[in-house]
């Protein structure tokens, strides 16, 4: 049977591994990306995001780190940042990336999100929907550019338009990200309920119970990223949490 | 030491493959010319993406026969995710026919399963062992592995050697016929036992 996923979420802000709280970038938890990174692949983790989260022109930067950092890593990872044309998504590919994780460029050109999955096959495509409440509107709106401008758009319309272009839907409250009181369950539900592909739900864990919940709201997986960082063995830890609690995830060994 | 030489047709990218075969302390080269076969003591045959125009690209090399002298040879010849699917006679992805080396037929997820079932199928999803399969010694019944994929391989031919998994149904994930083996998942991308399964592979 097809697994449920737990997936490390890796931030890179020029070359290093940061901490992130309600998308705002400052502390510094790694500053070797290569062995955090490989710990990640050492403890049977189903999967790993990168996400670029350096500041403009950090394309070929980010390559190079890239190229340098997944030599031993053995499972599939999934980058994202910056991501603005096929040629680059090509490179990023090329490169070791099994999956392209977009929002920004999606936004403003929803064919990028066709191109690609011409080009790629859908399975490779993600579309990463970050979403705030917004005080102007008082609705939750997907933001685009980094958390920085809201789009005055449902996030569940929005999933409902990229879900034909896109294999899974990598779903982000910037209200919760870095809070530590667990995900946004009502927005997993809404739109696990409303679409068939599957939702990789971040932002807000900080113990095992919350990604039982996120589970349980209906997440194909569940995505961490200071949590993870913070406790050694944590993803095994979790797996076996996880596992005893009846979710369907694969059996690994120490 | 035993060389790996991983064909190169322009379909997909080879570094992940390369890395692992670099991990196992194996020595493993791209071959991107028929000419290069025979210099090499086991073969990998990768692919991902649409079979109708990865075999174009393959018999745009002309790989066929000098890979099929080195299976004469009883080299061995593993086929990964759409390199799998190439082996076998036909796909219903493409009205070229496949190199015809394991008699057996590729199908359309959708024309098999409930229409409801999520397609690709893309995770880790768990594989029924067969002891007569080599490259599965010492991986653990049911272990995971990592698939992305919309098609797969079905057979009525009971002397192929199978493991299967089931996603709506019972597919073919991994295959052997005496020196070629084949596997739907992507061992490159399966951690340990991925590993494991190249390994088993490269000391054979």
């Known amino acids: ?254 | 030491m035993t060389k790996i030489g991983i064909i190169n047709y322009d379909v997909g990218n080879l570094t992940s493959l390369i890395n692992s075969f670099l991990k196992l302390d194996c020595k493993v080269e791209i071959v991107n010319n028929p000419h290069e076969i025979k210099n090499y003591d086991k073969l990998i045959l990768p692919g991902v993406g649409n079979f109708d125009y990865a075999i174009k690209q393959f018999n745009s090399f002309n790989y066929k026969s000098d890979i099929e002298e080195f299976i004469y040879k009883k080299k061995h010849i593993l086929g990964i995710c759409l390199g799998m699917q190439l082996m076998c006679n036909s796909s219903q992805e493409s009205n070229i026919k496949g190199l015809g080396w394991i008699n057996a037929e590729v199908f359309n997820f959708k024309n098999k399963v409930d229409e409801k079932l999520i397609l690709p199928h893309i995770g880790w999803n768990s594989v029924k062992l067969n002891k007569n399969i080599e490259i599965l010694d010492n991986i653990p019944e049911n272990s995971d592995f990592y698939f992305t994929h919309s098609f797969a391989v079905f057979t009525n031919d009971y002397n192929l050697d199978i493991s299967t998994t089931y996603y709506g149904i019972d597919f073919i994930s991994v295959f052997k016929k005496e020196n070629i083996f084949g596997v739907q998942f992507h061992p490159e991308k399966s951690d340990k036992f991925g590993l494991k399964l190249l390994k088993n592979f490269i000391e054979l």
């Open chain 1, 1 to 254: 049977m097809l697994k449920k996923r737990i997936i490390a979420v890796i931030l890179i802000k020029d070359n290093l591994v940061v901490q992130s709280e309600n998308f705002k970038h400052v502390n510094v938890i790694h500053s070797n990306t290569k062995i955090a990174i490989e710990t990640f692949s050492e403890w049977s983790i189903d999967e790993i995001i990168l996400i670029n989260v350096s500041n403009k022109n950090s394309e070929k930067k980010f390559l190079d780190l890239l190229n340098n950092i997944v030599k031993k890593v053995f499972v599939p990872i999934t980058v994202g940042g910056w991501i603005t044309g096929l040629d680059y998504a090509s490179e990023l590919f090329k490169t070791g990336a099994d999956k392209i994780s977009i929002n920004t460029e999606f936004y403003r050109n929803i064919n990028f999100a066709k191109s690609l999955s011409d080009k790629f096959g859908k399975q490779s495509i993600i579309a990463s929907i970050d979403y705030k409440f917004d005080k102007n509107t008082n609705i939750k709106s997907v933001y685009i550019d980094r958390g920085k401008k809201s789009v005055n758009l449902d996030p569940l319309s929005w999933a409902l338009k990229l879900e034909p272009f896109v294999g899974e839907i990598f779903l982000t409250s910037i209200d919760h990200e870095g809070k530590r009181n667990g995900y946004d369950l009502e927005m997993i539900r809404k739109i696990s309920s409303n679409i068939k592909i599957p939702i990789i739900t971040f932002g807000g864990v900080s113990n095992y119970e919350h990604l039982y919940e996120g589970f349980l709201a209906g997440a194909s997986a569940v995505a961490a990223a200071n949590f993870f960082h913070y406790k050694e063995f944590s993803t095994i830890l979790a797996n076996k949490y996880l596992r005893n609690k009846n979710i369907n995830l694969r059996k690994i060994y120490d």
